[in-house]
């Protein structure tokens, strides 16, 4: 069974759309992959970008909104139907973020002071101890997919771990959909 997409001497180029969900949480973002095989092999190397927005649950039972840039790598089997294993981080918090945030001298004024006192009061201290690292996300992840023409659809698994820099997600693992136009 070979594949017009997939299976080819030459790299492939996709523009895809997806949603992630568990429960009331979700990730929905649009982004593009290309395609790295050697020629007479259905054995492929992907990789992936998006852009989205998200809206996660905490532990708190309080809903966070971020934008998500995720940056992934797949492995797997890429024909007419296909399967594969990935691996991923959400690069904005790789790029864009100080990841020091917890090791470094603070220096006050009196407005900056009486800014960080309030906070003491309006943040749980539970919530500050919880998880003050603000690892940068990942996710570990399974899909497989069905190729029609110069489309496909796929649907995934994967356990993700996100937080912020007061917030830990309380759901782990999402799963969704994706649907894709192959160039």
Same mark, same amino acid.
């Given at each position: 069974?070979?594949?017009?997409? #997939?299976?080819?001497?030459? +790299?492939?180029?996709?523009?895809?759309?997806?949603?992630?969900?568990?429960?009331? +949480?979700?990730?929905?973002?649009? !982004?593009?992959?290309?395609?790295?095989?050697?020629?007479?092999?259905?054995?492929?190397?992907?990789?992936?970008?998006?852009?989205?927005?998200?809206?996660?649950?905490?532990?708190?039972?309080?809903?966070?909104?971020?934008?998500?840039?995720?940056? !992934?790598?797949?492995?797997?089997?890429?024909?007419?139907?296909?399967?594969?294993?990935?691996?991923?981080?959400?690069?904005?918090?790789?790029?864009?973020?100080?990841? +020091?945030?917890?090791?470094?001298? +603070?220096?006050?004024?009196?407005?900056?002071?009486?800014?960080?006192?309030?906070?003491?009061?309006?943040?749980?201290? *539970?919530?500050?101890?919880?998880?003050?690292?603000?690892?940068?996300?990942? #996710?570990?992840?399974?899909?497989?997919?069905?190729?029609?023409?110069?489309?496909?659809?796929?649907?995934?698994?994967?356990?993700?771990?996100?937080? !912020?820099?007061?917030? *830990?997600?309380?759901?782990?693992?999402?799963?969704?959909? *994706?649907?894709?136009?192959?160039?």
């Amino acid at each position: 069974m070979t594949s017009h997409a #997939y299976a080819s001497n030459q +790299d492939k180029l996709a523009v895809f759309v997806k949603n992630e969900m568990n429960g009331d +949480d979700y990730i929905n973002g649009v !982004g593009v992959e290309v395609w790295l095989s050697e020629p007479d092999t259905e054995l492929a190397l992907a990789f992936n970008t998006s852009l989205g927005t998200a809206e996660i649950t905490d532990s708190q039972q309080y809903q966070q909104s971020y934008v998500s840039w995720d940056f !992934g790598v797949k492995f797997g089997y890429f024909s007419d139907v296909f399967f594969y294993g990935e691996i991923g981080v959400d690069m904005a918090e790789l790029v864009l973020q100080d990841r +020091d945030e917890d090791e470094h001298d +603070d220096v006050y004024d009196n407005e900056t002071l009486l800014l960080e006192i309030a906070d003491a009061f309006l943040f749980d201290e *539970k919530r500050k101890r919880y998880d003050q690292a603000n690892d940068i996300d990942a #996710y570990l992840g399974v899909g497989v997919g069905i190729n029609i023409e110069q489309f496909a659809i796929e649907a995934f698994a994967r356990s993700r771990q996100i937080d !912020g820099e007061y917030w *830990k997600a309380d759901n782990q693992i999402f799963t969704g959909i *994706k649907l894709s136009v192959i160039f």
